[in-house]
């Protein structure tokens, strides 16, 4: 007979929240969790409902799964597919934002609300901005309070392009340079002298010397390419990807391969056109992958002579960056600003303004994990460095204090992100939207009774044309199009 999926308990309805047995490990553990028996939703059953699933998530997850200082739950929408909140998805919405609130602080745990519905998301986000002493954001200081309201805002006026770097993908797995180098050199067989003489080489000379032999003991260059990609091509990604797709911008950039932030933008309803790989249409968002993509393993950039090979194959793409450089704000995540591509494209973009221009102008924000002060002096008056913690510590092993050093300065980045992305939303299609009334304020819920009633007006041919503008905006807020 085969085990029962969870608790004698759970299974009698004598608890409110259970996680399942036998869940393969490596990928996240699923909490059965009840809706309300009598589609009554109170703030005080969402609250007991939520405080069930936690409890049970907590108990289930006695092991560490990762280096995070707080372990990670996420929860969908609660009850709102045919589970009984449906018709009420303003007040649902409330009283789980409030529930979660209270619990992250109770437990000591991160939750995150996964939300699907532009509505939802965008109530979401109001009801957040609004909430006393913006208490999700509260770790991060004023200094830091301020430059994510700021960047939000930037972002929202369609100043602000991302600048992915590795450290976006390491939450889900992706290895280092280091790393990478290390799976790689699995895949070839080196000698003993060949081996210490290896070691002496800097990382794109160790890059060259593992694609040659890749060449000689597996036949082609493309089996490195392979395998490459293979070492880093991940199928689920963390939440600064997931954070970032959910900032507007339309263009983006990259120096990974991985497919993580396309794959975060199509699941944030906000697909991306891949360079070199397609070419977007006009007013489409766009990702440029400098340094290519495990879609097309031959545009991979990693060996000395690919950098060196960079700039007459794909000199309109640095183009492409150097003008975003000068005419838009950019936001680097995860970047070590080490690499030597990056550093000839600030060049020329430098070079490019006139010396009594240039003073002052910053070219964009760098949020780092923590603070160096002579990456300052480097970039002073270039790039604005936002530390999340302070100074680094002097040795970061798996097994020292440096690893949760890394770790809990990796989780203010997240918040940082949360926050920005909410200032960034300028979305208000909850009000107009069906079942989103009980989440409203007095003041809204006015303003949604009239333009409702606008929206039931008799249409006339002269005022076509207004009436089509009138119409786009009352969509914009939610309104059915069916109406």
């Known amino acids: 007979m085969a085990e029962a999926s969870c608790d004698e308990q759970f299974r009698l309805g004598q608890s409110h929240a259970a996680a399942l047995r036998a869940w393969d490990q490596s990928s996240a553990l699923p909490v059965l969790t009840a809706v309300p028996d009598d589609n009554q939703w109170s703030p005080e059953v969402v609250a007991e409902r939520l405080n069930a699933f936690v409890t049970a998530a907590l108990g ?11 372990k990670l739950l996420a929860l969908p929408f609660f009850g709102t597919r045919g589970g009984g909140a449906g018709n009420h998805l303003g007040a649902a919405l409330r009283g789980i934002l409030d529930s979660i609130s209270v619990l992250s602080n109770r437990h000591e745990v991160d939750i995150v609300l996964v939300l699907r519905d532009r509505a939802a998301f ?66 070839v067989q080196l000698q003993d002298a060949q081996a210490s003489a290896f070691e002496s080489l800097g990382p794109l ?3 060259g010397v593992l694609e040659q032999f890749y060449i000689e003991q597996h036949g082609s260059r493309e089996a490195f390419g392979s395998a490459v990609a293979a070492a880093v091509d991940l199928p689920r990604y963390g939440l600064a990807p997931a954070l970032l797709a959910a900032v507007p911008s339309s263009g983006a950039i990259t120096l990974n391969y991985d497919r993580l932030f396309e794959m975060a933008c199509s699941d944030a309803q906000q697909p991306r056109t891949v360079m070199p790989e397609g070419v977007p249409a006009v007013g489409s968002r766009w990702l440029l992958k400098l340094h290519g993509s495990v879609r097309q393993p031959e545009s991979i950039v990693l060996t ?52 009594a221009s240039s003073d002052g102008h910053q070219m964009g924000t760098v949020l780092s994990l923590f603070d160096e002060p002579l990456q300052r002096l480097v970039w002073s008056g270039k790039l604005d460095i936002l530390p999340m913690a302070a100074s680094a510590p002097d040795k970061v092993s798996k097994d020292d204090d440096g690893a949760a050093a890394v770790a809990a300065a990796g989780r203010e980045l997240e918040i940082f992100l949360d926050m920005m992305a909410a200032y960034a939303t300028d979305n208000h299609s909850y009000l107009l939207a069906p079942a989103y009334n009980k989440g409203l304020s007095e003041g809204e819920a006015e303003l949604r009774h009239q333009l409702l009633d606008l929206a039931g007006r008799k249409r006339t041919t002269e005022t076509a044309e207004v009436w089509q503008v009138i119409d786009r905006a009352l969509r914009d807020l939610g309104l059915p199009s069916q109406t």
């Open 60 to 70: 289930a997850l006695d092991r560490p799964r990762n280096r995070r200082p707080y």
């Open 122 to 187: 965008s109530l979401a986000q109001k009801l957040r901005r609004e909430a006393a002493n913006n208490s999700p954001w509260m770790s991060l200081g004023t200094h830091r309070h301020e430059k994510a309201q700021a960047l939000g805002q930037q972002a929202r006026a369609g100043q602000l392009v991302p600048f992915l770097g590795a450290g976006v993908s390491v939450s889900a797995g992706a290895p280092s340079w280091k790393e990478l180098l290390s799976r790689l050199r699995q895949g």
């Open 205 to 207: 000379d160790q890059a």
């Open 304 to 355: 000395r002579d690919d950098y060196l090979g960079y700039s007459s194959n794909r000199a309109a793409l640095s183009a492409l960056v150097k003008a975003h450089l000068l005419t838009h704000h950019l936001l680097f995540v995860g970047f070590g600003l080490a690499d030597d591509h990056f550093h000839e494209i600030v060049h020329d973009v430098r070079r490019a303004i006139p010396a």
